[in-house]
């Protein structure tokens, strides 16, 4: 989702957009969009931020009237800890992130981040707070450098390759024929969707935010690309305060705190090893993900994730 870039200037992406086809232009109209239905208050005031607690206190949300999507949603993500939200598709794991990113405020509860309501600080100052990894990162049809370097343009050549490199795509990017210089996106190299998303872990770590969102993607990696993603996100999770959104059950064992969600609400909450033993939809979840794994395993390797 483009959207979850709004943080380093809407104008700017439209800007550079503008340069690109006509098909973009639907996105420019959805960024604009969006820039009317949420407003900064009148009195707000830039976030300050001193831990990175972030907090979701009895949060409803409904994208229309009639159709409730979350309903009283109340939990923690105490600084520096990993929280992951799990379950079925169409559950609202990803409208927890949205929201956190305020993309829609909350119809009713509160979001709260360092004890401040994000509805009454500044849009720009709380999405410089928060990096997110969507699960289609949008790449420009620029060189990969420019598309990392682009999450924070002052960074250095030397800053971008670290970013890089703890992402597990420095090696990637150094065997492409013109390395760093290599134009990638729609009219250039055509990148997978575990390289995207590292290039947008890459983004990420060059960011620093406080507090970091890793919406996983839906389809099937091949497990190096996989296994490669998940180091990387070890990696910056340990330094930030995270919400992950989970498909594969296997990349979120070590959560401090794993939410169930079905059909809007927390249906179970709880570390891996205690959900397991509640024998609920967790369990049954992992079971099936276990069945599905071993059977992938035996009838050979997956193809290459696109
Ligand atoms: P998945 O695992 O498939 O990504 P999810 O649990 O992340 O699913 P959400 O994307 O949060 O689910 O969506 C929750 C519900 O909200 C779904 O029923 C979806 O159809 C609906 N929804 C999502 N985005 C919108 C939107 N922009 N307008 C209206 N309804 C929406």
């Known amino acids: 989702m483009l959207q979850m870039f709004m943080p380093l200037g809407t104008l700017g992406i439209i800007y550079r957009m503008l340069k690109y086809t006509l098909a973009d232009m639907d996105l420019v109209l959805k960024l604009l969009q969006r820039e009317e239905e949420i407003q900064d208050a009148p009195d707000a005031r830039p976030l300050q931020v001193t831990r990175g607690r972030v907090e979701f206190e009895h949060v ?5 009237e009639d159709r ?4 009283d949603i109340t939990f923690s993500i105490e600084p520096g800890r990993k929280v992951a939200v799990v379950g079925p598709s169409g559950a609202g794991k990803s409208t927890l992130a949205r929201l956190l990113f305020r993309f829609y405020d909350v ?11 994000i509805r009454q600080v500044t849009q720009q100052s709380l999405r410089a707070a928060i990096g997110i990894v969507p699960q289609d990162t949008v790449l420009f049809n620029e060189s990969i450098f420019y598309n990392i370097q682009y999450a924070r343009p002052d960074a250095s050549r ?3 390759e670290q970013a890089a490199r703890h992402a597990h795509i420095h090696d990637f990017i150094v065997n492409l024929p013109q390395g760093y ?16 998303q590292r290039v947008a872990i890459a983004r990420v770590i060059l960011k620093n935010p406080v507090i970091l969102v890793f919406d996983e993607a839906t389809s099937s990696l091949d497990s190096q690309s996989e296994q490669a993603i998940l180091a990387a996100l070890r990696e910056v999770a340990e330094q930030h305060t995270t919400l992950v959104v989970a498909h594969r059950l296997s990349t979120i064992v070590d959560a401090d705190e794993i939410l169930v969600m079905e059909a809007g609400q927390i249906l179970e909450r709880g570390t891996h090893a205690t959900l397991l033993a509640r024998d609920g939809l967790y369990s049954h979840m992992w079971a099936l993900q276990q069945k599905e794994q071993h059977e992938l395993l035996q009838s050979g390797p997956p193809p290459r994730d696109v």
């Open 107 to 117: 119809s009713s509860g509160r979001i709260v981040i360092d004890d401040q309501d």
């Open 60 to 64: 409803g949300f409904a994208y229309n």
């Open 181 to 196: 210089d290599t134009i990638v996106g729609e009219r250039g190299l055509k990148l997978s969707g575990g390289e995207k």
């Open 158 to 160: 030397e800053e971008v």
């Open 68 to 71: 409730p999507i979350l309903k």
